[in-house]
């Protein structure tokens, strides 16, 4: 007999299971009853544990904000660690970018895409992704700051702007990959075109003053 | 009595119709009967011009691609005039993309991107978005151009990849405001990041050479 989940495990495990729907058929192809059937539990138990479609879609939200957080954490301490300053390989940043735009991680891509659109409709969705925002941000901030070249203005004002363009530079990105899109083929590649865009932004704005 | 319009004429008010619906409840809100009741003909005109779901949604991607498609030649057009060389005022690109982030254009904006997420799903509507990709890439491919500074290598590959990043950084930018983010406050403002990005891809892939 398998052994019951305790319920936060079966509330992420139906959560997973939402997210595969919403890559696979999008927002419309998410429903109680669907969960139930592609996680292979009794129907009626996403029910028991999400009331509503917007608790459900609202909980996938969070649970793909922190999966996603949790990754942007890991590659922002790699990055900042003493080895990746001096090691020749790709930062941590690209690589992560990289593995969410293809593969299984390319799944919870789409699905966030799905969600973001649909939030514009949903008030309870878009405050679970408003929640995790900030959050983001200070992290891409802390990884682009480490990507700036060492004589740029230490100005806090430039930083918000540069990791502001990288932010919507590699939006653009995972969303087009989200299509089908593979014209960035390794790490390496955008790496050089975010330190292009970071160091470009730094010396526009030094410029302008 | 209203005159009758041409048939031409009525798939584009249909497709129209279906924009807003598209942008307002998403891919699931668009019905043949939901576009005749909006639009406010007898039900079952949508039927009539467009014999399925699929067929309506790939007329819809078409009717948007050849708009957008207008509005970006003519910023085109109106960038590389001689008027446009000397004048200090923000440039046809960025004026267009504010536009299209915000107001009325924004309708246009959200369906787009409900549409191009749906595309995966719908080898139609994929089909009919990728034949005007080209076209779209040529053409931004021509106003970056215009915007590069005047020392640049005139290489086409390094053209091309200038225009490829600030592609993907207007997409992030416009699926940001697609969801209420109003972080670029300006068409000057939105130019500076633009050429600050295209000077650093430009200078980045130099420093490799």
């Known amino acids: 007999m398998r052994r019951k989940p305790n319920p936060d495990q079966r509330r992420r ?47 996938v939200a969070i649970r793909i904000s922190e999966l996603d957080l949790k990754d942007l954490t890991a590659a922002a301490r790699t990055q900042s ?21 293809r593969g299984a991680r390319l799944v919870r891509t789409k699905a966030r895409y799905e969600l973001a659109l649909q939030a514009v409709r949903d008030p309870l969705l878009d405050e679970a992704f408003r929640s995790y ?7 891409i901030r ?12 230490p100005d806090q004002a430039l930083a918000d702007r540069q990791a ?4 919507m530079f590699i939006s653009g990105v995972m969303q087009a990959s989200a299509s089908g899109d593979r014209r960035i083929r390794s790490a ?3 790496d050089a075109l975010i330190s292009g865009i970071v160091a470009g932004v730094g010396s526009s704005a030094a410029l302008r003053k």
Chains 1, 2 share one sequence.
């Open 81 to 101: 660690s003493p080895a990746a300053a001096t090691a020749d390989q790709p930062s941590a940043l690209a690589t992560l970018v990289m593995r969410s735009a």
């Open 188 to 190: 390496e590649e955008l």
């Open 133 to 139: 925002r900030d959050q983001f941000h200070a992290l």
């Open 13 to 59: 495990e139906l959560c997973d299971t939402a997210i595969r729907l919403l890559a696979d058929e999008g927002v419309k192809g998410v429903s109680h009853l669907k969960v139930d059937r592609k996680a292979d539990v009794p129907d009626g138990t996403t029910s028991f544990y999400f009331r509503t479609r917007s608790a459900l879609l609202q909980a």
């Open 142 to 153: 802390d990884v682009v700051m480490q990507l700036r070249p060492a004589e740029d203005d």
């Open 164 to 167: 502001y363009v990288v932010m």
